[in-house]
């Protein structure tokens, strides 16, 4: 027989592995017997701090459009944006996550970085009105370029990895001069950590954390998404420079290297279908780990617990257990405000 080994691959402790093999005397379920034993014995607890809610946000006033394929979900101007903040600071969650839909697009992405674009004009209005609730700003090209592209391209229609630096460093320094607590890189340029962070500090934003999506898989859970933010790629896909789902220690080098160039948050996105990569980025790093639970995925748990093909409730805390479990000290989930409703409740 092999040594018993723990979930981890570890070796277990001749101590803690006395006891197996011991039933009758052993009975693991002596600690499920009732509610309040359960909730003894938990290992994983989730809080709602942990959680950050994304926003769409576009220009214009009174708008509401709801995201067809993630019910609950919708783009809104800024006055209507100001009640989903202001649900989310009563909630006591951990904060939110802005994305631009602009008005226009070209092909370098200028609207990224214009002062009063509706990520900067967000800001500055969470801000002013609910100053403790943190804001992070989704910092990438592809809402805001016309052919839907992560970076700029060259002539024969690659990114030009070295050329959209510039401006994603550009687009991330308007985004902390509109006050934006936290900004995350989310294009999977090579070397845009060092270079955003060396923009941030000379330009006087040296407080200003990065938290990256170091570890972003090119994945079908995006599907939705892309019709929130309006930017689906009109040619070609992002596997050139996101990653391939297959690889996972290629998300560690990817991590490590971000927090060499200066990151302060990792993300590992999505989250369901790579807790994997979150345990091992959470174990290799020790760093503050982000999951993003992405848009797929919460419109799979929708779509089946609208069907009545799951308990919506249920599937919907259960995969926010995992995520939090495998390592994850936060999790970015469209949930956010109705999970941190059934914590309230409990
Ligand atoms: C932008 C970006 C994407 C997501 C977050 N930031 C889409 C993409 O890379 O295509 C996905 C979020 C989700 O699916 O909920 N680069």
């Known amino acids: 027989m092999s ?22 005397r052993v009975r693991p379920r002596r600690l499920r017997g009732s509610d309040a034993i359960r909730r003894l014995v938990r290992e994983t607890r989730l809080h709602e701090a942990q959680f950050i809610l994304p926003l769409f946000v ?126 995350a890189p989310s294009d999977m340029m090579d070397g845009r950590i060092g270079h955003m962070r060396d ?35 009109t040619f070609g896909d992002r596997r050139s420079y996101q990653m391939d789902p297959a690889n996972a220690l290629e998300g560690i080098k990817e991590a490590r290297l971000d927090l060499a160039e200066g990151a302060d948050i990792l993300m590992v996105k999505p989250a369901g279908a790579y807790l994997d990569v979150i345990q091992a980025v959470k174990r290799d790093t020790g760093v503050p780990l982000c999951a993003y639970q992405v848009s797929g995925e919460f419109a799979m748990i929708r779509a089946a617990a609208e069907r009545g093909w799951i308990d919506g409730e249920r599937a919907m805390m259960e995969s926010l257990t995992a995520i939090t479990r495998a390592g994850a000290d936060m999790v970015i989930t469209y949930f956010a405000l109705e999970a941190a409703a059934v914590l309230q409740r409990r």
């Not at 989310?88 to 992405?109: Q, R, W």
């Not at 700029?152 to 630096?165: E, K, Q």
């Not at 941030?200 to 929130?228: C, H, Q, W």
Request: net charge negative; proline share 7%.
């Open 199 to 233: 923009a941030l500090d000379n330009a006087g934003f040296t407080n200003t954390p990065i938290m990256s999506y170091a570890v972003k898989y090119a994945s079908a859970f995006y599907g939705p998404f892309r019709e929130a933010a309006e930017s689906t790629p």
């Open 58 to 183: 576009r220009p214009g006033v009174g708008i509401r459009s709801p995201i067809g394929s993630m019910p609950g979900v919708s783009q809104t101007s800024i006055d209507e944006m100001l009640r989903d903040a202001e649900a989310a600071s009563k909630a006591g969650i951990g904060g939110v996550l802005l994305f631009g839909i602009p008005d226009t697009k070209d092909e370098i992405g200028s609207s990224g970085w214009h002062e009063h674009g509706p990520v900067q004009e967000a800001v500055r209005a969470i801000k002013r009105e609910f100053p403790q609730l943190l804001t992070i700003t989704d910092v990438c090209m592809c809402e805001y370029t016309s052919h839907g592209h992560c970076g700029v391209l060259t002539a024969s229609g690659d990114v030009d990895n070295d050329a959209t630096l510039e401006l994603l460093s550009r687009e991330a320094l308007s985004h902390a001069e509109a006050g934006a607590d936290i900004v």
């Open 3 to 24: 040594t018993p080994q723990t979930f981890d691959g570890t070796e277990t402790r001749a101590a803690d592995r006395a006891p197996l093999g011991g039933f009758p």
